[in-house]
C-alpha cells in the first residue's frame, strides 16, 4: 500500500481513487441520471446565467470552475424546475446563522423532515423573541397569531370530533367533474 492511500484510508476520504475526496455525492448518481439528465440541464442553466448582472449594472465575474459547480448544484437543486435531487435543511453546526446543508432526496426520510419543520420553526420563534423588534411591532405580531388561533379554535369547535381529525388524514372521497352553464342553474321557483 503506497503513502497515499494509506494517508486516505487513516482519514477516511472518499472512495479510492477518488478525484474529489470531500464531494458528499460520491456515486450517488447513476451514468444515465449524470451524462442524461444533470449535466446537460446544468449546461443550459448556465448558458442563461452567464455573463448575469447585478441591479446596478455591474456584471457578475465568477470564475469558470466555480461557475460551473454553481450550474450543477442549481440543478441538483431543481433550481431551473427540473427534478430535483437535493433539498436544503437548517444546519445544525453552521458557521454563520441561518446556513443549510443539503440532503439527497434519495436518503431523506419522513423523521428529517418533521426535525427540519421544528427546526424552522424554532427559527422564526427565535426571531420572534428576538429583543431587537420594536415592541409595537411584537404586539402587532402577537394580535395577528392571535386571532389565527382563534379563528382555528372557532372552526374546530363546530366538529365534536375536530380534535381526532385535526392531525389524521382526511378522505374527501372521489374527485367530480363539476361544470357550469346555464342550463345547470335553476330558475327561481324551480327549486
Known sequence: MGKASRNRKERGQGAPGSVFPQFPYERKFTRDEIHNDILPRAKA???????????NGSVLYLPADLFELWMIHGVLAGADGGKAYIR??????AMLEGGVEWVLLSEDTPEMQAEDVEAEADLYLQALQDRSLRP??????????RVAADDAAEFLADDPDADALRDGPRDFGAPRLVQFTDADTPEEGDA
Open 45 to 55: 442553466f448556465g448558458d442563461l446565467m452567464r455573463d448575469g448582472m447585478g441591479p
Open 136 to 145: 409595537e411591532v411584537r404586539a402587532a405580531i402577537r394580535r395577528r397569531m
Open 88 to 93: 436544503s435543511r437548517p444546519a445544525k453546526n
